[in-house]
């Protein structure tokens, strides 16, 4: 004869079977009734040592049968109202309605201005090339013809690598030359982007990074009108068609002869006088022919090849060109001061 508690079972699992679920309160209303802490099934349990033993492994089972028959009408009802609601949500989609406002990114105007400079020199055929910001001693020096006394070594100058004497954060991107040249054979036609660093006390004027982008020609027959013919439409390029140039006489250890570049920038207002200190000139590059000693140490004969070199900082220029009064504001990284920059480079 079967045990009547088997009776008690069979009527739980007929009613949950036939459960009727059809709203959400009805399914917690269920679940809380024969799934949650305090259900009916589990009374039953206790029945369990009034069970004779040999009914023991049957009462398990149908047990069992009752917390599964329960998880399974649960789970396929919240089935069907998350399909009702997620179907519901996509009905009350507004596809007419304006996309969010987003926040757009902004380029840095370094890297606007330097991606401009880019662009021009690439026009005429000079391909870009990045190196190493940690340079050895002879890159950045020795091959660029800077004698071991030269004031540019000194320690006030250039930030060597803790407990090194040779490895130091570039103080230029002629170190990029010196590579170029002695991988590659004439002609080379390259400019060098890059960051830079020098020791100088921070203020509204300098700082100690900020970046470059130098240009190298070598070839044979390249002269001094060729570089100011270089020049000029770079100028052109960069502050419009009619701008003026002049090139002042000038040393650096790896050009000569050598020297800086000017373009008139016009006196119509007080800033004016205050940038170009009264001149209406202003400074924007230096630049020379390549020094036979420098193309010897690089591997390239000074009999067969010359060479044009100039290079020019970043940061004075986007400072005019967005009318920025002090450089520590390029390094800071604030929102709300990068903003105002497009993105058009
Ligand atoms: N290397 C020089 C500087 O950092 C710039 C320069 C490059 C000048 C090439 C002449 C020729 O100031």
């Known amino acids: 004869m079967s045990n009547p508690i088997f009776d008690r079972t069979d009527q739980l699992l007929a009613e949950i079977k036939s459960a009727s679920i059809s709203t959400l309160e009805e399914l917690e209303a269920f679940r809380i009734k024969y799934l949650g802490s305090k259900n009916v099934i ?3 349990f206790a029945e369990m040592r009034n069970v004779p033993n040999e009914d023991k ?9 009752l917390k599964v028959a329960a998880e399974e009408m ?10 009702a609601a997620s179907k519901a949500s996509f009905d009350q989609l507004d596809l007419t309605a304006p996309p969010a406002s987003r926040n757009k990114g902004s380029r840095h105007p370094v890297s606007l201005v330097m991606n401009r400079i880019i662009h021009i020199f ?3 055929g000079f391909a870009v090339e990045e190196e190493r910001e940690i340079e050895d001693d002879w890159h950045n020096f020795t091959a660029m013809n800077t004698p071991e006394d030269h004031p540019a070594r000194d320690m006030q100058d250039t930030f060597y690598l803790k407990n090194s004497v ?9 170190s990029v030359q010196a590579r170029v040249m002695t991988k590659t054979k004439p ?6 982007p890059g960051r830079v660093y020098r020791n100088e006390t921070i203020s509204a004027r300098s700082h100690c990074q900020f970046h470059q982008v130098e240009g190298l020609y070598v ?4 002269s001094f009108a060729d570089m100011k013919q270089t020049l000029l439409y770079f100028a052109r390029e960069m502050y419009g068609a009619d701008t003026r140039i002049r090139l002042r006489p000038s040393y650096f250890p790896f050009t000569e002869p050598s020297a800086e570049m000017d373009v008139y920038w016009g006196l119509e207002s007080e800033a004016d006088y205050r940038i170009t200190k009264g001149t209406g000139w202003l400074e924007i590059l230096g630049c020379g022919m390549v020094d036979p000693n ?5 591997g390239i004969d000074p009999e067969e090849y010359t060479g044009f070199a100039f290079g020019m900082g970043i940061e004075r220029q986007a400072m005019l060109q967005y009318k920025i009064e002090d450089i520590r504001l390029l390094f800071e990284n604030d929102v709300r001061f990068l903003r105002q920059f497009n993105s058009a480079y």
């Not at 420098?294 to 690089?298: A, G, M, R, T």
């Open 42 to 44: 589990k009374p039953l």
């Open 57 to 65: 492994k049957e009462f398990g089972q149908r047990m069992n049968a």
């Open 74 to 83: 649960f789970n396929s009802h919240k089935q069907s109202f998350d399909q």
């Open 122 to 124: 690439e026009k005429i």
């Open 166 to 174: 040779t490895n130091l954060l570039r103080t230029h991107t002629s």
């Open 187 to 192: 002609p080379i036609r390259i400019i060098a």
């Open 219 to 222: 070839d044979k027959n390249v």
């Open 294 to 298: 420098v193309l010897k140490n690089c």
